[in-house]
């Protein structure tokens, strides 16, 4: 059964740096996105993306984050210059009209 | 109020029981309705989505929509140790493939 994949499962980075997460949705799905969730908290929309270009982000989609989708398969989230409250886990998911999620990369931002 | 509002839980069951899990929201733009399981450190699975008003029954887990008092449910009969998770309730407004707004999520324990 197809499923989307997302690398690296974990990343530790230090305060400041750039990260890059990675996701190869399902091959024949058109939308994606990306979501988030802070420990112990709700999964919260950060973007989506169709037909290479954003269709719709929220408040917390600043400056600092951007996505992109390289080439027929990645999909990924850029965030410039990280911070604390980055910390939490980041679910890609894609869409034929049901989303499918991902397993997650789990941030951690020392 | 919040959009989406889901019982905090957490919820502890034996074995066989059946398990209501209930969300209400207040945008009325909401048309479809999504159940999605989560296991700890893993991606929301999609359980059951439903369209618009009405129940939807699949094997042991039913959802039920009631568009006008904006409550959704989600039944699981006989339920499993297996069945422990987390339960999350997700609210799409016109446009299937609009963004997700999730509850909180409740988590089950499911006791042999």
């Known amino acids: 059964e197809p499923e989307v994949t997302q690398t690296p499962s974990h990343q530790v980075t230090q305060m400041g740096q750039e990260v890059i997460l990675r996701c190869v949705p399902i091959?024949?799905?058109?939308?994606f996105y990306w979501y988030r969730q802070i420990l112990g908290q709700k999964v919260e929309f950060l973007v989506s993306?169709?037909?290479?270009?954003?269709?719709?982000k929220s408040e917390i989609f600043d400056d600092q984050f951007s996505v992109e989708r390289p080439d027929g398969s990645n999909f990924t989230l850029k965030i410039r210059s990280t911070k604390l409250e980055d910390s939490a886990m980041y679910f890609c998911?894609?869409?034929?009209?049901?989303?499918?999620f991902g397993p997650g990369t789990r941030l951690t931002v020392l | 109020q919040k959009e989406v509002e889901q019982d905090p839980g957490p919820l502890s069951v034996p074995e066989g029981a059946i398990v209501s899990l209930n969300c209400t929201y207040s945008?009325?733009?909401?048309?479809?309705f999504m159940w999605y399981r989560q296991y700890s450190r893993k991606g929301p699975e999609l359980l059951m989505y439903?369209?618009?008003?009405g129940n939807k029954e699949d094997g042991r887990f039913t959802a039920q929509v009631d568009k006008s008092s904006k409550y959704i449910s989600l039944f699981i009969r006989d339920s499993q140790p297996s069945d422990s998770a987390t339960y999350l309730c997700?609210?799409?407004?016109?446009?299937?493939?609009?963004?997700?707004?999730f509850g909180k999520g409740i988590t089950l324990s499911v006791r042999p």
């Open positions: 945008n009325s733009a909401f048309q479809y």
């Open positions: 998911a894609s869409s034929e009209g049901r989303q499918f």
């Open positions: 091959s024949n799905h058109l939308y």
């Open positions: 439903t369209y618009s008003s």
């Open positions: 997700a609210m799409i407004p016109t446009g299937a493939n609009s963004k997700l707004t």
């Open positions: 993306f169709y037909n290479n270009e954003i269709s719709e």
